[in-house]
């Protein structure tokens, strides 16, 4: 009912007495007349009016929980209001892909700050202007270790599942192959990845925390994937970088993650943001957009999109990758939100994940919980429980709030943010104490 | 201007949280990091920076924005309130099936009303953008081929006209890429296409109209010619806002289909993304789809159901789900009429501006172009020494996004203009003034245009230092 036409029929008429036709059909005469479409079997349009109605009925199907106490891959995590409303300035929303330096310098600072931001965060020397998830990034990453007979990809099997799959795919007609070594007390195994890795090892990829919360032993894991030539590529929940060791202090040559804790809401999924940033070494084997500085012929700063050589629009099937947009709107999200917090507000609120996390595995061990595992964890840890993992969910359920992850029937994964508050821990505690 | 790391003042703050109400946890010494250095500002210096550079950002709101092959148009305000609803940005993806009925029933209709506009039998939402789809589409391919123990077909053909993310992705999928060239009305060379395809063939990927906003009037006989070879025809969805309602894909005999949600479908790019590349496919590749698909059961229940030769996931969850919402409250919108409107006024607005100015610009004449058209400056560069680079600079001193420059590679001192259908005849009036106008300066004062820029907010950047010596971050 709405189509966003700004013509009247006159106007329309005119236009197509311009072009020297009689009706807008006559413009598809080139269309053989057999291939064309009798009706399009859709609905009719409706007002926008009732077409929000119809979004919010569906929105309202969903379950409302309050409450998130789940993690495994997407965060719930405070957006300020300042994020939201600055990020969804038009001009920001409509753009193209800053192919135009000349009127688009806002978009390119904003991508060149917000790569300056992971670089801060990660210690790494250059960071792309992001990729369509932490997933893909991971992925992508490891397609950058291959060299020669170094064709496999070592990992832990306490790696994020979907993570995995998606190197799964992104490999499988690469003559990369994946080996997965077995964990130890949900920790990688240090002993078990000496004996792994080989001449053939491209890289080891190392989860940080891994999928169970734990803070693996990067800097060790990075010896042993350097000591027989490969590289380590560690993925990192960016935010737990505000306290912990970056990748490049533990020797990782590139590092990727899903930047979505930064002022990205969970909306189902996505759109999230891959980051992946590298050693100098590396740069013109990263894929994606790169911001750079350069100068304009005035001497005025100046950024541009840079290093194009490497990607597909000029070497065609000779790329790196195909990557063509990136999640440009996510990135000036995530640079947005780190602005806003700064460099003491981030630590508060990593520090405030890691506090709750912590109160919430002791108040559930008081109330029959056990840890399946004894390293230490940041904000996500796995519970094992005599009542079963889903009755559990159920009676979170009533209370609005979304409990572990189910990993199997007794073990539940958790995580915790600054969303989450005191009494919704107790009340949690004294739910798995009755349960 | 200074970056926001630049504005820093130790001390600052802006955002504040909940302050902490259980005993404070802190990491053995060995695990913690060095400084970190983030911005640290207060919140009316961020609300200020962040709105110089909006102001610094061109998009369809600020003005024309006629980017070949990019579908600059309109982005509805409803999109974003819709992908904005609590109910659905606070959505864990890890949910129950029973919690997340309202975000099933969106994927749904929406792949529905997708497969009705391309005539396909199955879609995937998972792909996060047009190359993202492409690549799915080809990982289709490769499975088909492979699950009937095809395995010479390892060649894509590919048009030399072709988009570069087209045999980019190609040789992600694990192809070897064989170009095909153009014949001399710039539309596949049949002949040159029977010499190319073979039992070595996979696949053929196209986009229609071509990438000089043709309508490729062979189709039928090109998708016959490789289909009678074994192979499959992939289309590129990157032109498909001339076509809906027109005409499907699926009835030019393609086998599978990307779209970009973010082009066709308003749901806007966002300075670069985030996108949707949903692809649809005939029923015999449905089986590989990538993830799951949502089904609606007996019960009038939504439920997943994952491919039974599924290529396995290429996103963490649903794809991008929020750019997905958009795309259908803009179709609901427009609906089965609407949709066929948008098209049929992008291919008038397209001929409108051509006709307006193809005596002084030579492009493709005697055939109606679709929703785009590419002219060439070669005989202005010649002639003037003002090349197509110069006329895309100049019309950014008008106040207009300069079109899509040096593509096709096929044609030389090509610009690509494609107006789209929510731009008004007034727009579209002074576009036509501004390149004649800019045509007649560059025979009478050449060195104007060539210096262009002059009011830009910078001029023309040193690209080359920007490459020889990066500077990647502040």
Same mark, same amino acid.
């Given at each position: 009912?709405?189509?966003?036409?700004?013509?009247?029929?006159?106007?329309?008429?005119?236009?197509?007495?311009?072009?020297?036709?009689?009706?807008?059909?006559?413009?598809?005469a080139?269309?053989?007349?057999?291939?064309?479409?009798?009706?399009?079997?859709?609905?009719?349009?409706?007002?926008?009016?009732?077409?929000?109605?119809?979004?919010?009925?569906?929105?309202?199907?969903n379950?409302?929980y309050?409450?998130?106490?789940?993690?495994?891959?997407?965060?719930?995590?405070?957006?300020?209001?300042?994020v939201?409303?600055?990020?969804?300035?038009?001009?920001?929303?409509?753009?193209?892909?800053?192919?135009?330096?000349?009127?688009?310098?806002?978009?390119?600072?904003?991508?060149?700050?917000y790569?300056?931001?992971?670089?801060?965060?990660?210690?790494?020397?250059?960071?792309?202007?992001?990729?369509?998830?932490?997933?893909?990034?991971?992925?992508?990453?490891?397609?950058?270790?291959?060299?020669?007979?170094?064709?496999?990809?070592?990992?832990?099997?306490?790696?994020?599942?979907?993570?995995?799959?998606?190197?799964?795919?992104?490999?499988?007609?690469?003559?990369?192959?994946?080996?997965?070594?077995?964990?130890?007390?949900?920790?990688?195994?240090?002993?078990?990845?000496?004996?792994?890795?080989?001449?053939?090892?491209?890289?080891?990829?190392?989860?940080?925390?891994?999928?169970?919360?734990?803070?693996?032993?990067?800097?060790?894991?990075?010896?042993?994937?350097h000591?027989?030539?490969?590289?380590?590529?560690?993925?990192?929940?960016?935010?737990?970088?505000?306290?912990?060791?970056?990748?490049?202090?533990?020797?990782?040559?590139?590092?990727?993650?899903?930047?979505?804790?930064?002022?990205?809401?969970?909306?189902?999924?996505?759109?999230?943001?891959?980051?992946?940033?590298?050693?100098?070494?590396?740069?013109?084997?990263?894929?994606?957009?790169?911001?750079?500085?350069?100068?304009?012929?005035?001497?005025?700063?100046?950024?541009?999109?840079?290093?194009?050589?490497?990607?597909?629009?000029?070497?065609?099937?000779?790329?790196?990758?195909?990557?063509?947009?990136?999640?440009?709107?996510?990135?000036?999200?995530?640079?947005?939100?780190?602005?806003?917090?700064?460099?003491?507000?981030?630590?508060?609120?990593?520090?405030?994940?890691?506090?709750?996390a912590?109160?919430a595995?002791?108040?559930?061990?008081?109330? @029959?919980? &056990? +840890?399946?595992?004894?390293?230490?964890?940041?904000?996500?840890?796995? =519970? *094992? #429980?005599? /009542?079963?993992?889903? !009755?559990?969910?159920?009676?979170?359920?009533?209370?609005?709030i979304?409990? @572990?992850? &189910? +990993?199997?029937?007794?073990?539940m994964?958790?995580c915790?943010?600054? =969303? *989450? #508050?005191k /009494?919704?821990?107790? !009340?949690?505690?004294?739910?798995?104490?009755?349960? | 201007?200074?970056?926001?790391?630049?504005?820093s003042?130790?001390?600052?703050?802006?955002?504040?949280?909940?302050?902490?109400?259980?005993?404070?946890?802190?990491?053995?010494?060995?695990?913690l990091?060095?400084?970190l250095?983030?911005?640290?500002?207060?919140?009316?210096?961020?609300?200020?920076?962040?709105t110089e550079?909006?102001?610094?950002?061109?998009?369809?709101?600020?003005?024309?924005?006629?980017?070949?092959?990019?579908?600059?148009?309109?982005?509805?305000?409803?999109?974003?309130?819709?992908?904005?609803?609590?109910?659905?940005?606070?959505?864990?993806?890890?949910?129950?099936?029973?919690?997340?009925?309202?975000?099933?029933?969106?994927?749904?209709?929406?792949?529905?009303?997708?497969?009705?506009?391309?005539?396909?039998?199955?879609?995937?939402?998972?792909?996060a953008?047009?190359?993202?789809?492409?690549?799915?589409?080809?990982?289709?391919?490769?499975?088909?081929h492979?699950?009937?123990?095809?395995?010479?077909?390892?060649?894509?053909?590919?048009p030399?006209?072709?988009h570069g993310?087209?045999?980019?992705?190609?040789?992600?999928?694990?192809?070897?890429?064989?170009?095909?060239?153009?014949?001399?009305?710039?539309?596949?060379?049949?002949?040159?296409?029977?010499?190319?395809?073979?039992?070595?063939?996979?696949?053929?990927?196209?986009?229609?109209?071509?990438?000089?906003?043709?309508?490729?009037?062979?189709?039928?006989?090109?998708?016959?010619?490789?289909?009678?070879?074994?192979?499959?025809?992939?289309?590129?969805?990157?032109n498909?806002?001339?076509?809906?309602?027109?005409?499907?894909?699926?009835?030019?005999?393609?086998?599978?289909?990307?779209?970009?949600?973010?082009?066709?479908?308003?749901?806007?790019?966002?300075?670069?993304?985030?996108?949707?590349?949903?692809?649809?496919?005939?029923?015999?590749?449905?089986?590989?789809?990538?993830?799951?698909?949502?089904?609606?059961?007996?019960?009038?229940?939504?439920?997943?159901?994952?491919?039974?030769?599924?290529?396995?996931?290429?996103?963490?969850?649903?794809?991008?789900?929020?750019?997905?919402?958009?795309?259908?409250?803009?179709?609901?919108?427009?609906?089965?009429?609407?949709?066929?409107?948008?098209?049929?006024?992008?291919?008038?607005?397209?001929?409108?501006?051509?006709?307006?100015?193809?005596?002084l610009?030579?492009?493709?004449?005697?055939?109606?172009?679709?929703?785009?058209?590419?002219?060439?400056?070669?005989?202005?560069?010649?002639?003037?020494?003002?090349?197509?680079?110069?006329?895309?600079?100049?019309?950014?001193?008008?106040?207009?996004?300069?079109?899509?420059?040096?593509?096709?590679?096929?044609?030389?001192e090509?610009?690509?203009?494609?107006?789209?259908?929510?731009?008004?005849?007034?727009?579209l009036?002074?576009?036509?003034?501004?390149?004649?106008?800019?045509?007649?300066?560059?025979?009478e004062?050449?060195?104007?245009?060539?210096?262009?820029?002059?009011?830009?907010?910078?001029?023309?950047?040193?690209?080359?230092?920007?490459?020889?010596?990066?500077?990647?971050?502040?």
């Amino acid at each position: 009912m709405a189509n966003y036409l700004t013509n009247t029929d006159s106007q329309v008429k005119e236009m197509l007495s311009a072009v020297g036709v009689s009706s807008l059909d006559e413009l598809y005469a080139d269309i053989p007349a057999d291939l064309k479409l009798k009706k399009l079997e859709i609905e009719k349009g409706l007002s926008q009016q009732e077409t929000l109605d119809e979004m919010k009925a569906m929105a309202n199907k969903n379950t409302d929980y309050k409450v998130i106490m789940r993690g495994a891959g997407a965060y719930d995590h405070y957006i300020p209001s300042v994020v939201k409303y600055l990020s969804s300035r038009s001009e920001f929303l409509t753009a193209y892909t800053p192919y135009q330096a000349e009127m688009s310098q806002g978009i390119l600072q904003s991508i060149f700050e917000y790569q300056t931001m992971i670089c801060a965060l990660t210690g790494m020397d250059v960071s792309n202007a992001s990729v369509y998830s932490g997933a893909t990034a991971a992925a992508e990453g490891v397609l950058m270790t291959k060299a020669g007979a170094k064709t496999e990809i070592i990992v832990s099997d306490n790696v994020n599942p979907r993570n995995l799959e998606v190197i799964k795919t992104y490999i499988s007609q690469r003559g990369m192959t994946v080996t997965v070594i077995p964990s130890k007390n949900g920790e990688t195994d240090l002993n078990a990845l000496t004996a792994a890795v080989s001449e053939k090892t491209a890289c080891v990829y190392t989860e940080q925390p891994n999928y169970y919360g734990i803070i693996e032993p990067a800097t060790y894991i990075g010896e042993i994937a350097h000591s027989k030539g490969g590289k380590f590529i560690m993925n990192c929940n960016p935010m737990t970088l505000a306290l912990l060791k970056t990748p490049k202090e533990c020797g990782a040559d590139i590092a990727v993650g899903d930047a979505q804790p930064f002022g990205l809401s969970m909306s189902f999924g996505g759109p999230f943001l891959g980051y992946m940033a590298a050693n100098d070494k590396e740069v013109r084997k990263l894929p994606g957009r790169i911001v750079g500085e350069t100068v304009d012929k005035e001497g005025n700063r100046a950024f541009v999109l840079t290093l194009q050589a490497r990607e597909q629009h000029i070497r065609r099937e000779k790329a790196l990758s195909n990557i063509c947009s990136n999640q440009a709107h996510c990135a000036l999200v995530a640079g947005m939100y780190l602005s806003a917090m700064g460099t003491e507000g981030l630590k508060e609120v990593a520090t405030t994940c890691l506090s709750l996390a912590h109160y919430a595995a002791e108040e559930f061990k008081k109330a @029959g919980a &056990e +840890l399946k595992y004894s390293g230490d964890f940041f904000h996500e840890f796995v =519970t *094992v #429980t005599k /009542a079963k993992a889903s !009755k559990i969910n159920e009676k979170l359920k009533k209370e609005g709030i979304l409990g @572990g992850l &189910e +990993l199997d029937k007794n073990e539940m994964l958790w995580c915790f943010t600054e =969303t *989450v #508050t005191k /009494a919704d821990i107790d !009340k949690v505690a004294d739910i798995i104490r009755r349960a | 201007m200074k970056l926001i790391t630049e504005k820093s003042i130790a001390g600052q703050r802006c955002a504040t949280i909940r302050p902490l109400e259980v005993k404070t946890e802190t990491l053995e010494k060995s695990f913690l990091r060095s400084e970190l250095k983030l911005p640290e500002v207060s919140e009316v210096t961020l609300a200020r920076h962040y709105t110089e550079l909006s102001r610094r950002a061109f998009g369809v709101d600020t003005g024309f924005y006629p980017l070949g092959s990019c579908t600059m148009k309109y982005n509805p305000k409803i999109n974003e309130e819709v992908a904005g609803l609590e109910g659905f940005t606070h959505v864990h993806p890890l949910c129950e099936e029973e919690d997340v009925q309202g975000c099933m029933q969106a994927m749904y209709e929406l792949t529905e009303r997708l497969k009705a506009i391309t005539g396909m039998d199955a879609l995937t939402l998972e792909p996060a953008a047009g190359a993202h789809g492409e690549y799915v589409g080809l990982m289709l391919i490769a499975a088909y081929h492979k699950k009937r123990k095809d395995s010479k077909r390892t060649k894509i053909i590919v048009p030399d006209s072709a988009h570069g993310t087209n045999p980019a992705s190609a040789v992600m999928a694990g192809f070897e890429v064989v170009n095909v060239p153009s014949d001399e009305n710039q539309g596949v060379d049949i002949e040159a296409l029977k010499k190319v395809v073979g039992d070595d063939t996979a696949a053929l990927m196209l986009t229609n109209p071509t990438t000089l906003g043709l309508f490729e009037k062979n189709i039928k006989e090109i998708t016959e010619i490789v289909h009678n070879a074994g192979g499959l025809v992939y289309y590129d969805g990157a032109n498909l806002n001339a076509i809906m309602g027109v005409v499907r894909p699926g009835d030019m005999g393609f086998d599978v289909v990307h779209l970009n949600l973010h082009k066709t479908f308003s749901t806007p790019h966002g300075g670069g993304g985030p996108g949707s590349g949903p692809v649809g496919c005939k029923a015999i590749l449905k089986d590989f789809l990538p993830g799951v698909v949502v089904e609606l059961d007996k019960k009038g229940e939504y439920v997943f159901a994952k491919p039974s030769h599924t290529i396995g996931k290429v996103m963490p969850f649903f794809g991008n789900f929020g750019v997905c919402l958009k795309a259908l409250a803009y179709i609901k919108t427009l609906g089965a009429e609407g949709i066929k409107e948008a098209s049929q006024n992008a291919v008038l607005n397209a001929n409108y501006i051509k006709k307006g100015i193809e005596d002084l610009y030579p492009t493709q004449t005697g055939r109606f172009c679709m929703h785009e058209f590419v002219i060439s400056c070669d005989k202005l560069k010649a002639e003037t020494g003002v090349a197509a680079m110069d006329i895309a600079k100049s019309m950014i001193d008008n106040g207009m996004h300069p079109p899509t420059m040096y593509f096709p590679l096929i044609v030389h001192e090509a610009l690509m203009i494609e107006p789209t259908e929510t731009e008004s005849k007034e727009t579209l009036d002074e576009a036509i003034a501004v390149l004649r106008k800019l045509h007649k300066e560059a025979y009478e004062n050449p060195e104007q245009l060539k210096s262009a820029p002059h009011h830009a907010q910078i001029f023309r950047p040193d690209e080359v230092m920007a490459a020889r010596k990066p500077v990647l971050k502040g």
